[in-house]
Every structure is written in C-alpha cells, then in structure tokens.
C-alpha cells in the first residue's frame, strides 16, 4: 500500500505570510505525528494525533503554528506569519497505534524556504 | 530534559569496514531504542529497534548493541557498502507526561562508505 504522503515537497514564501502543509497517513494508522528537522539537527517532536484529537502539543514552538485532523486521516499543519527560523523540513510520520513499540512510518517531508 | 547524544557527527569508512555509530541517554523510563536510515530528500526509515531487556539484536548487515547499566546503545554495520552512505539517528521512546509517547532522536551520523 501506499506509504505516508506530504505535500508539498519544497515551499519557498516571504517572511511573514501563512502556509499550510498536509499530510496523508498510510490507511488505518490511527497515530499521526509531526516533527520538524533543521539542517544538521536530529528531529523535533511537534504534535501528535490519535484520531481527530491532539492530547500533545508540547513540542509545538509557538502560538504561530496549529494543526488539525480530519476523519482521522488527513492532518494540516500551519504556521503563521513565517518568520525565516521557520525554516526546515517538516515530517510527518503515523503508525497503527500509541503503543509504544508501534514503528513510525516517515513521510518525505516538506522543504519551507522562508525568504 | 529528555536527551538522546549521538556520535559520531559524520564518519567515512571503505568498502567492507564496520562503521560504528554511538548513542547515551539519560532517562532511565525510555524503554525502545530504534535507529532511522535517511537518504537525502527522504523522510527516516526504520531500520532496526531494540528493547531495554535484550542486549543485542542482529538483523542482516546491522547490529545493534545495548548497555543497559551505562545507558548507551550503539549501532555496528558489518561488510559496509557504498549504498549505506546516508545519515543515521538512533532514538528512545518513553512516555512525554503530557499524553503520548514520545521518540526522542540525536542529531544523526552522516556516514559514507567509500568504494
């Protein structure tokens, strides 16, 4: 089956402007998570879903970012008035469940270029 | 703070060596260890895990060793291949206290194997 898909792969906008990014988890995963990688940086934990609901938001930076899911599928990540630290690939990963040993199965990620 | 230090930064090997790549933590709760492989413009696949109760787990080429009592786990790729060359995170799970589990990574190994 398919995998994890996001889009869209690269976005280059101004310092400033609103940009949303999706994912679509593989079918059936009920967990949906959402990290950010700076250049040479490990992964950092943004949020994460069960279904529709967001019991962690710890890892979110500020205000300026949000997300939500819809039909326990299709998740959104938004970030308000760029600011060009903004900058970095988001990933999205989901896997069957929160059970600790389910693995994580890793979109792509989205390239944000914050000019 | 929840950390996960990984080393180290980049390593070049020849064909056939074993890279060795090495991780310490510091929280006794997390209780699954797996390693990620990211090839550039990809998102992290998971390649090998193991549980805090088992001291090594051998899976193809990949070894991954675990030392409970110093908090370290280390990675050993055996008969290294130029195909190998891309970056490596190792990463532990443990419960984040405010609701879900948690990966947390290092800040990755870029590895290249030369023919």
């Known amino acids: 089956g398919a995998g994890v898909s996001q889009s869209p792969s690269n976005k280059v906008t101004e310092k400033g402007k609103d940009v949303e990014l999706r994912c679509d988890p593989i079918s059936g995963h009920t967990a949906l998570y959402w990290y950010r990688q700076s250049l040479g940086q490990g992964l950092e934990f943004l949020i994460y879903f069960q279904g529709n609901s967001a019991p962690d938001k710890s890892g979110l930076p500020s205000d300026r970012f949000s997300a939500e899911r819809t039909g326990g599928s299709v998740s959104t990540l938004t970030i308000q008035r760029t600011q060009q630290e903004d900058s970095a690939v988001y990933l999205c990963?989901?896997?069957?469940?929160?059970?600790?040993?389910?693995?994580?199965?890793f979109g792509d990620g989205t390239r944000l270029s914050i000019l | 703070q929840q950390q996960v230090k990984q080393s180290p930064q980049s390593l070049i090997v020849q064909k056939g060596g074993i890279p060795i790549i090495n991780c310490a933590y510091e929280n006794t709760a997390f209780d699954y260890f797996p390693w990620y492989q990211q090839f550039p413009g990809k998102g992290p696949a998971l390649l090998i895990a193991i549980r805090p109760d088992v001291s090594e787990k051998k899976e193809g080429r990949f070894t991954i060793s675990f030392n409970k009592s110093a908090k370290q786990f280390s990675l050993h790729i055996m008969d290294s291949q130029p195909g190998d060359s891309a970056t490596y995170f190792c990463?532990?799970?443990?419960?984040?206290?405010?609701?879900?589990?948690?990966?947390?990574f290092g800040k990755g190994t870029k590895l290249s194997v030369i023919p």
């Open positions: 990463a532990a799970l443990g419960y984040s206290g405010a609701g879900s589990y948690q990966l947390t």
């Open positions: 990963a989901s896997s069957l469940g929160q059970g600790g040993v389910q693995p994580q199965h």
